[in-house]
């Protein structure tokens, strides 16, 4: 849905999207990690965790990554957000769209 995101931010920081084991196996302290599914940085760097529902995914997501632009690492991993079911309702699959089209633009940031 519209303006439920936000303006479109791309960070200075390269960017990329990473799947769940790539984010679990990341071995460079150097590299903020923005998640859903992992609770701490797999080398002690920067995380930021974000909830697995839609809403509050989208909330939370550009303020995690300017807090990740802010922080001086040399990269921003952010993992793939969760799979939403084909039986979730409409508005739910349009927040996750939404959000997979801002975060592939964020990724081609860097």
Known sequence: S???LGPHYQPRTPCR???TEQARDLDDP???LIA???QAHP???KIELLDDSAESYAAGLYAA???CDRADCAEIWIETPPAFDDAERHETRSIWNAISERLA???QSG
């Open 65 to 67: 990554m300017h807090r």
């Open 105 to 107: 633009r964020a990724a």
């Open 36 to 38: 859903w599914s992992i």
């Open 43 to 45: 080398r002690g760097g």
């Open 2 to 4: 519209p303006g439920l």
């Open 17 to 19: 999207l990473v799947s």
């Open 30 to 32: 150097s590299i903020a």
